[in-house]
């Protein structure tokens, strides 16, 4: 069965950690309410490899900064399209805190939706 994904990186100071798990908590909770299949957000633990571009370094990671891998998974693009119009009313999101006060950047946050290739 064909899924869709949507991912995000983003960095996020390693003093904001316990944080943003409150926030993303929160969020994956909204997602899951709405349809969402699974929400996941991965913290950086082996970022120091020696093969193509280390995630900190294509992320422009600060020192005292760690990377956050996350995504979230629908059915199809038009299921993601109709849970996140829910998502983005819900009043709890709004609620979830200024854009200016957040744990993150998010200007530096980058993501994008993608079609599943392969579902082993």
């Known amino acids: 069965m064909a899924r869709y994904v949507d991912g995000y990186v983003l ?3 390693k003093k904001n950690i316990a944080a943003y798990r409150r926030l993303a ?3 994956g909770k909204i997602w ?3 349809g969402a299949l699974d929400y996941k957000e991965c913290i950086g633990d082996d970022l120091a490899i020696k093969m193509g571009v280390p995630f900190p370094r294509q992320m422009k990671a600060k020192p ?3 990377v956050v891998f996350a ?4 059915k199809s693009r038009a299921h993601r399209d109709r849970v996140n119009a829910k998502v983005m009313k819900d ?4 609620d979830m805190g200024d ?3 957040m744990p993150f950047d998010s200007k530096r946050m980058v993501y994008g939706g993608f079609n599943v290739l392969v579902d082993v």
């Open 11 to 13: 960095p996020v100071p």
């Open 25 to 27: 908590q929160k969020a």
């Open 32 to 34: 899951r309410e709405h």
């Open 64 to 66: 005292g900064e760690t």
């Open 71 to 74: 995504y979230i998974v629908f």
């Open 91 to 94: 009043p709890r999101l709004a």
């Open 99 to 101: 854009p200016k006060n």
